[in-house]
Each structure stands twice: as structure tokens, then as C-alpha cells.
């Protein structure tokens, strides 16, 4: 049974693929580089993401990378909306006193504007953000909270969410809202691959119908 919840924040709970592909773009041509089109975006873009930058631009530092990426991005900010389903999933979460951790490498400033804009940081239990390798950082939040990795489920959209599951012993959910596609997801092997947020929450109410009705009357 699934006591907590550890959730990506990018393309899993906010709807931001296409501000990162477009600004991804901008980065590109500022130095040079042909555009790539969106279907090529995300079945080559990798987590942490200087990885993928190394491939088109091995010449370009990551401090300017970084800096041209964000100036663009940051022009986006207030058009990123959450998923259709992302509230009533926190909401969910709330009324079953299921504890929401986020974990990603969306940087502090970005995250906590979005989160507080959008009514999401009264229903988190804590936010690991601005985390490079989420593989290296999964193992602390668990320790930090006390969390029982078999009690755990870590959902996001691609497949370096799925590996860091994998190197905490937690449940790997993927979903198919974001940035990778179901190819690249499948092939990763995750536990589960649902849709969205609103088909976990079904799966897990199911989960705590079962827990009820397995409790002596």
C-alpha cells in the first residue's frame, strides 16, 4: 500500500512542454544551431539536462546556456498552467492523508511562483526543486522524511524519473502528459504507466477501497 507520494513537477503536474521546447529552440539558434522540431525534442531530450546540451552544443558552457535558457523562459512563467486533472489529484491526496513531495530540477524561483500562482504549495508536504540528478537526490528526501520506500511511489513523465524510482526501491509510475513519449517510457520499464494524474487517482482510491475493506468490522 502506497503511504506517500512523490511527484515531478514538469509535464507531470504543470503543462510546460511546449514553453521548454520553444525555449530550447531559442537556446539552440542563439548559438547557431538549427531548430528541432517538437516530436524530435522529446524523443532526444534527457534528464539532468546538460546531458543533452553536451550532443548540440558541446562548445557552449552551461552558465550560458543556462542564463539564455531562462531569460526565454521566464517570459512564459504566467501563460504555465496546471494539468486539467492536477488539483483534484492534490485535493485527493489531502482528503486520504496521503503526504505530496515534489521532486525536480525546475529551479526555487520558477517552481515556487508557479506552485503559490497556482494554489498548490498549501497542499504539499515539501518540495525538493532546482535538483539536478533526481537519481542522487531521491535517496535523501526518503531519509530526510522517513519515508519506507515500499510505502512510496514516485511519478513523473520521463524515463530519468523512472530511474531514480529505481535507484530508491520505490514504485516507478510514468505518465504519458509530458515530455517523453510512450516508446521512450516503455522501454524504461516502469511499474506502472498511466495516462495522468486523474488515473492515479483512481488507482489509488482503489487502493484504499481494498485497505477498507480488508479492515475487521
Keep these: 500500500m502506497w503511504k506517500n507520494v512523490i511527484l515531478d513537477w514538469s509535464g507531470t503536474v504543470v503543462d510546460d512542454l511546449s514553453f521548454v521546447w520553444e525555449s530550447t529552440n531559442h537556446v539552440l539558434a542563439h548559438f547557431g544551431s538549427p531548430a528541432i522540431t517538437r516530436e524530435i525534442f522529446r524523443e532526444r531530450f534527457t534528464l539532468p539536462w546538460i546531458e543533452f546540451y553536451k550532443e548540440h552544443l558541446p562548445q557552449v558552457g552551461r552558465e550560458e546556456l543556462n ?5 526565454k523562459m521566464d517570459e512564459a512563467q504566467a501563460k504555465i498552467r496546471l ?12 482528503s486520504q492523508h496521503l503526504p505530496v513531495f515534489i521532486l525536480s530540477t525546475v529551479d526555487s524561483e520558477s517552481f515556487w511562483g508557479q506552485s503559490n ?9 515539501k518540495a525538493y526543486v532546482g535538483v539536478e540528478d533526481k537519481r542522487e537526490a531521491i535517496g535523501g528526501l526518503l531519509e530526510e522524511n522517513q519515508l519506507d520506500p515500499s510505502e512510496t511511489i514516485m511519478v513523473g ?33 516502469p511499474d506502472l504507466i498511466l495516462r495522468d494524474l486523474s488515473e492515479l487517482r483512481v488507482v489509488l482510491h482503489s487502493q484504499q477501497m481494498i485497505t477498507e475493506c480488508s479492515k475487521p468490522c
Excluded at 117 to 125: A, D, E, M, V
Excluded at 168 to 182: I, K, R, Y
Design 157 to 189: 513523465d520521463m524515463v530519468h524519473d523512472i530511474e531514480a524510482a529505481r535507484r530508491a526501491g520505490v514504485t516507478a509510475c510514468a505518465v504519458l502528459s509530458g515530455f517523453d513519449p510512450h516508446p521512450k517510457l516503455v522501454k524504461a520499464r
Design 67 to 71: 542564463a539564455v535558457f531562462r531569460k
Design 83 to 94: 494539468f486539467p486533472d492536477a488539483m483534484d489529484f492534490f485535493l485527493f491526496c489531502r
Design 117 to 125: 500562482r497556482l494554489g498548490i504549495t498549501p497542499l504539499i508536504r
